[in-house]
């Protein structure tokens, strides 16, 4: 862990089956925090609590999450309870109330067993250790079946400060904000502004660029914490260049390792649009694409099904010529200038969709905007988890 921050993780028996559910993520120093939130209009009490707790502070202290209960759509109880979910950790911690972020994930709909969150509070604050985030990662968990932990270090002026962030995301994945959850600590010393901007950018390059099953949830939220206990310090455009770098190697990483781990998913998909008219015509594209439910299921089913792909290209809002199109599987071609290179390159092609991990490039040939955005196959596991999802 980056220093003076610490993390927990126990089971609360909010979740039927007895699993890690509670989590807390402690810094011993007041630490500048960034975020963003999901865009879904139905909101979470714990995302409008959390923006208007960074809005008026700027700075926290401390984390508390819970799995299996979204605390989303129960009425005048919802605000109150996430509240008192944050006041439970203030008042254990002896920190200011409006220092404690509140994240919540799971079903939506039922009220937040709170005498759980309660009871609970002593066994968590209890547990706070340096060790690294494991129990943490596991207590966020909802259908995820590994937990998500990577860190990485960088150095400024010779100075070296460490980021870790953990995620939690199998299912509701779509490229609109953060979807899913994801926190973030790192020791580096930063301004606010300055983080909020990288943390923004990184985002967009990172948990902007995924999708599993074109849902968004109501609870998205990705927090990054920075308590400066390094003595490393980034305020010139350099240090800041380099940080962002560092925080959204880390971000990737965390990006596609929710989409490997999504639900049903047997495939890692980065669909690559180079040579566009602009980025942004590329990512329109790269979205398209990785979000069709025709070529998601091609994937699972290992079939090198081009025709699926560029009719979701041609309904993606942006003109491009056909006729100047190559595609690839890996470096395997399989049209050029949009003619289809035979049976024994789709064969080839084929041989590629067998793998884990591939890459689709679509190459317009039409100027120099690009963008990847990462997906997965849409099994017949994903129609069994999702339909037993409240059993």
Not at 200 to 220: E, H, L, P, V
Not at 349 to 361: D, G, I
């Amino acid at each position: 862990m980056p220093k003076g921050f610490k993390t927990a993780g126990i089971a609360a028996g909010i979740k039927k089956n007895g699993s890690k559910d509670m989590g807390l993520v402690y810094s011993e120093q007041p630490a500048v925090c960034a975020g963003v939130f999901t865009k879904n209009r139905v909101t979470a009490a714990c995302v409008v609590l959390d923006r208007q707790r960074m809005a008026a502070a700027g700075t926290c202290r401390a984390i508390v999450v819970n799995s299996g209960n979204a605390n989303c759509c129960t009425g005048e109880t919802e605000m109150a309870d996430a509240v008192a979910m944050g006041k439970s950790v203030s008042d254990a911690l002896g920190i200011e109330a409006d220092h404690v972020m509140v994240s919540s994930t799971g079903v939506i709909g039922q009220r937040l067993p709170l005498e759980n969150v309660k009871n609970g509070m002593p066994a968590l604050i209890e547990q706070l250790s340096e060790d690294g985030p494991a129990d943490f990662a596991e207590s966020i968990m909802t259908t995820d079946t590994v937990p998500k932990v990577v860190t990485r270090h960088g150095r400024i002026d010779g100075m070296d400060y460490t980021v870790t962030g953990v995620a939690k995301g199998a299912g509701m994945i779509r490229p609109d904000m953060a979807t899913m959850l994801c926190f973030v600590c790192t020791d580096i010393g930063i301004g606010q502004p300055d983080l909020q901007a990288i943390v923004t950018r990184a985002n967009d390059r990172s948990f902007n660029r995924i999708t599993i099953d074109g849902d968004t949830s109501t609870n998205d939220t990705l927090l990054v914490l920075a308590n400066g206990t390094s003595g490393v310090y980034a305020s010139s455009a350099d240090q800041l260049a380099a940080f962002g770098a560092v925080l959204e190697e880390v971000l990737v990483a965390l990006a596609k390792m929710v989409v490997k781990d999504g639900e049903g998913a047997t495939k890692l998909v980065a669909i690559s649009v180079v040579n566009a008219a602009s980025d942004a015509d590329a990512r329109k594209i790269a979205d398209t694409v990785a979000n069709s439910s025709l070529v998601k299921t091609a994937f699972f089913g290992e079939d090198a099904n081009w025709g699926r792909i560029i009719a979701a290209m041609g309904r993606a809002g942006v003109v491009f010529e056909y006729g100047r199109l190559d595609l690839y599987f890996n470096d395997v071609q399989l049209l050029e200038n949009g003619i289809y290179a035979g049976p024994a390159a789709e064969e080839a092609a084929s041989a590629v969709l067998k793998q884990s991990e591939f890459s689709v490039v679509l190459d317009l040939k039409t100027g120099r905007g690009e963008a990847v955005v990462w997906t997965c196959d849409l099994s017949i596991d994903y129609v069994k988890i999702n339909a037993d999802y409240r059993s």
